[in-house]
């Protein structure tokens, strides 16, 4: 299971460590203890407040112009026979990828695992935030 660690949970959510404390001081968002005692919070849980969290989060979104990359969560990962449609909350922006079903096993997209979307133009590149090599699809807005 992936796990993340306070300031990782903000940044993919768009907001501060100390929102994301509060949410987990809340019960908004379960939280667990490491090895190290830090707090640390699964990444299926990050992605079920992904999209509450976000909205609750900020009114003010800064606007994304073309070839942006945007890191972010996977909060839904629906596969049919040949096609895959994913959805990654990157902060406030909820982003959904159609993209060959092939495309999100090679990946390895999950719910909870950690995406980047590079924008340009009508066309997002998923790819994993240690890779350079990416796999296109279609955005659907």
Do not use: C, Y
């Amino acid at each position: 299971m992936t796990m993340f660690r306070m300031g990782e949970a903000a940044e993919l959510l768009g907001v501060s460590v100390d929102t994301v404390r509060r949410w987990v001081d809340a019960g908004r968002l379960a939280a667990s203890r490491d090895g190290q005692g830090h707090r640390v919070i699964e990444g299926i849980a990050l992605a079920g407040g992904a999209g509450a969290g976000a909205a609750a989060a900020s009114t003010r979104a800064e606007g994304a112009a073309a070839r942006n990359r945007l890191r972010g969560i996977v909060t839904a990962v629906v596969k049919d026979a040949v096609m895959a449609q994913v959805d990654i909350q990157a902060g406030p922006f909820r982003l959904v990828s159609l993209m060959s079903r092939e495309a999100v096993d090679d990946l390895g997209l999950e719910v909870g695992s950690v995406a980047v979307a590079v924008i340009k133009s009508t066309t997002v590149v998923v790819e994993k935030p240690s890779t350079t090599a990416a796999v296109r699809g279609r955005t659907s807005a």
